[in-house]
């Protein structure tokens, strides 16, 4: 028997699958059940050939059936004697053995087979579900991984910068220790500075009386007094305020205040070794000039003079275009006598030879009183 011929290629024929072949496809191969994406040719190819085996299935079962019949009627005609023997003799049993029970075994066998093929397969998917929840676990613990070597990274950066942040801070920490260590010792030099200018002050506390108003790191200011029993008249005079202002290279610069710098010479500058001398000879000069700084401290109030100590001339602005400048001898008021020395007038000189107060001896204070209340100038 041969297959049949009428059979032909269709393009838009699709495979058709019966029972078990169905169930292994489905376990094997599910992507030939679903994907739609395959190539035309292909699915027409499968088509065909299902066919084809199918019938040829179909063919040999056929076949087989009949050469079955072909051997027991041979193996019955071989057993028979005569011809009549054929018609009288029973039909015989069914037989159990032979090809057709060799084929149910077999049948069963595959059966068998089948079953077990499937129950591998079902193991087989759990075992292959259980390889992709393993290899999601793999690649969500991998990302894991990953999150933590960037963590791990940024840690070690983080630590790095920290280093070297303490590197900077060691280094700015051994600076201000070393800038702690000079300050110390320029704040050491300035105690010394400082005792040596107390010491100095002590020193001359025995001629005369000394108040010590402040003291800072680079200047002390001080104020003298003399002794109300040094002069007659020392007790009527102000205080002389002075600054001492103080140095690194072992050098003093002592100048007197504004208040009373018009009465002493200007300001007075030498080493350390002669602080003490320098302090005498200021209180000396204004101990010895006290009659004559009372008595200008006292004219002060009633006329408007200016006293310069280094050229000892007392200048008194009689009007906005009127000066007179008068000169004081030295040891005045018991030696030298004060003297006109030129009056300008807008500028320009004004003749007084001539002209004095009518004592013959004038004071410093008549001189002012005849310069203030003559009409001739």
């Known amino acids: 028997m041969k297959p049949n011929s009428s059979l032909k290629p269709a393009a838009s024929l699709r495979p058709r699958f019966h029972g078990n072949d169905f169930r292994v496809l489905q376990r094997c191969e599910p992507v030939m059940l679903d994907s739609d994406s395959d190539r035309e040719s292909d699915w027409t190819e499968a088509a065909q050939m299902a066919l084809y085996l199918t019938d040829s299935r179909r063919v040999q079962k056929v076949l087989w059936r009949q050469l079955f019949v072909l051997d027991s009627m041979m193996s019955l005609l071989e057993g028979l004697e005569s011809s009549q023997q ?67 990274q940024q840690l070690q950066e983080f630590l790095q910068n920290t280093h070297n942040a303490l590197r900077s801070c060691e ?79 072992d050098r003093f610069t002592l100048q007197a205040d504004e208040g009373t710098c018009v009465l002493v010479q200007d300001r007075v500058c030498g080493r350390w070794s002669e602080l003490s001398a320098a302090l005498l000879e200021v209180m000396q000069f204004y101990m010895g000039e006290a009659e004559l700084l009372t008595e200008i401290q006292a004219l002060r109030s009633s006329f408007p003079i200016d006293w310069r100590p280094a050229q000892r001339q007392l200048v008194y602005l009689k009007t906005a275009s009127l000066v007179c400048h008068l000169e004081v001898g030295e040891g005045y008021p018991s030696g030298g006598r004060p003297r006109l020395v030129s009056v300008q007038c807008d500028g320009r000189p004004v003749d007084m030879s001539g002209r004095k107060p009518p004592n013959s001896e004038p004071s410093l204070t008549e001189w002012l009183v005849f310069l203030c209340s003559t009409s001739l100038i």
């Open 86 to 152: 054929l018609t009288t003799q029973p039909s015989p049993p069914h037989p159990e053995g032979g090809a057709r029970g060799r084929w149910k075994a077999l049948k069963a066998e595959s059966r068998a087979a089948v079953e077990e093929t499937e129950t591998l397969l079902g193991s087989l998917q759990d075992r292959i579900q259980q390889i992709h929840n393993r290899r999601q676990t793999l690649t969500q613990m991998a990302q894991q991984l990953s999150t933590k070597v960037q963590q791990h």
């Open 171 to 249: 280094q700015q920490l051994k600076q201000l220790e070393a800038e702690s260590v000079a300050a110390l010792a320029q704040l050491t030099d300035q105690q010394r500075l400082r005792d040596r200018l107390q010491g100095s002050v002590s020193a001359v506390q025995d001629h005369m009386q000394v108040n010590l108003l402040s003291v800072s790191q680079s200047q002390v200011t001080l104020e003298l007094r003399p002794r109300p029993s040094s002069h007659p008249s020392s007790g009527q005079l102000q205080p002389l305020k002075l600054s001492v202002t103080l140095s690194h290279d």
